[in-house]
């Protein structure tokens, strides 16, 4: 079966600092992957999506940026973090054909900016 | 573009009583629509799907959701509400044409009081 990991789970992190969040899926090959963030009063709100190795769409101008260097990887990254990024960041995939299956999230990491 | 309406953020019931939280979506193509439950501080779990075969689909947890196309509504139901249920529930859409995309709704809190 298929399982989507995210790390670290929580995270606190000064203004101005970089940042890292790493998403990993199992039992499942050239998956179509997600980042959403769901931000207090503004519900889930599609960041990026690949779906494929070096293929990334950005949903919301800002400055987060995403990478997929590997099949089954998906990275978050920001040079400088601002009060407005914090949030809970959530990775998906996209189960079956056409995603007749759903989408399926990881566990989330909760990112809290000072 | 593809988007989804959900009639009430909260919504509060009786241990017990029915359940039924709305929602309506909007789509140029046969649309897929989903609903999610969010417990504090974790993912989104799939509760049920309709994706163009039985309009009256049935989820885990005891709850159901028929897909109308006349009413362009997929409304989610439980004949018995329990406390276990307390949750945010997110209505979600994409279409049978392989959209990249998984559209949210902005979330109903519910709320079951003893």
């Known amino acids: 079966s298929q399982t989507i990991h995210q790390w670290p789970a929580t995270l606190v992190q000064p203004v101005g600092s970089p940042l890292s969040l790493e998403c990993t899926v199992e039992?499942?090959?050239?998956?179509?992957l997600y980042w959403y963030r769901q931000a207090a009063g503004r519900g889930l709100q599609l960041l990026f999506y690949s779906v494929g190795i070096g293929q990334i769409s950005s949903e919301v101008p800002q400055n987060l940026s995403a990478s997929r260097p590997q099949d089954r990887q998906f990275i978050l990254s920001s040079k400088k973090l601002l009060l407005s990024d914090s949030g809970f960041y959530l990775c998906a995939w996209r189960g079956g054909s056409r995603g007749r299956a759903g989408w399926f999230f990881g566990p989330g990491t909760r990112l809290t900016v000072l | 573009a593809q988007s989804v309406t959900q009639l009430g953020s909260h919504v509060s019931v009786s241990e017990g009583a029915l359940v039924l939280l709305r929602c309506n979506y909007s789509?140029?193509?046969?649309?897929?629509l989903f609903w999610y439950v969010q417990y504090p501080n974790q993912g989104l779990q799939l509760l049920l799907k309709?994706?163009?075969?039985?309009?009256l689909v049935k989820g885990i947890n005891g709850f159901e959701a028929e897909f109308k196309k006349s009413e362009t509504s997929f409304h989610l139901t439980k004949p018995s509400a329990h406390m276990s249920d307390a949750a945010e529930y997110f209505c979600?859409?994409?279409?049978?044409?392989?959209?990249?995309?998984?559209?949210f709704g902005k979330g109903t809190k519910l709320t079951v009081n003893p």
């Open positions: 789509s140029s193509v046969p649309p897929y």
């Open positions: 979600a859409v994409s279409d049978e044409g392989g959209s990249e995309k998984l559209v």
């Open positions: 309709y994706t163009s075969a039985a309009t």
């Open positions: 039992g499942t090959s050239n998956p179509n």
